[in-house]
C-alpha cells in the first residue's frame, strides 16, 4: 500500500523560504517519480515539480530558479526547497508518486499525501 507522509509547509513572508518533505513507503524506487503540486483556493490542483528515479525533473516555470527538488540517493524521499516565496505560491502542497512514464502526464495520475499548508503574507 503507497504512503506518502508531507511535512515542512507553514506561514512566510515574501520574500521568504519554506522546506517541504515527502517520505514515502509502499513502492520501489526504481521506475518511480516523486513530486509536488499545489492547489490555491478556488483553482485547479497543478504541477510544481516531480523528479525520476533516473533524474529527469519538469518543474512548472513560475517556479524556476526559486524552487529546488531533490530526492535522497535510492530512498523514497523527495524534498522541495522554496526560496523567494510570493504570495502566488499559496496553497496545499501534495505529494505525488507515479511511473517514471507519466512524469509529463499531468495532475490526475499517481497516488497523493494527504497535502501540507503553504501561506505566504505580510
Known amino acids: 500500500q503507497v504512503q506518502l507522509v508531507e511535512s515542512g509547509g507553514g506561514l512566510v513572508q515574501p520574500g521568504g523560504s519554506l522546506r517541504l518533505s515527502c517520505k514515502g513507503s509502499?513502492?520501489?524506487?526504481?521506475?518511480?517519480?516523486m513530486g509536488w503540486f499545489r492547489r490555491a483556493p478556488g483553482k485547479q490542483r497543478e504541477l510544481v515539480a516531480l523528479?525520476?528515479?533516473?533524474?529527469?525533473?519538469s518543474y512548472r516555470p513560475s517556479v524556476v530558479g526559486r524552487f529546488h527538488i531533490s530526492r535522497v540517493g535510492t530512498e523514497n524521499t523527495v524534498y522541495l526547497q522554496m526560496n523567494e516565496l510570493r504570495p502566488e505560491d499559496a496553497g496545499i502542497y501534495y505529494c505525488n508518486v507515479r511511473k517514471d512514464w507519466e512524469l509529463t502526464a499531468g495532475p490526475d495520475v499517481g497516488s497523493w499525501g494527504q497535502g501540507t499548508q503553504v501561506s505566504v503574507f505580510s
Open positions: 509502499g513502492f520501489p524506487y526504481g521506475g518511480n517519480a
Open positions: 523528479t525520476s528515479s533516473i533524474g529527469s525533473v
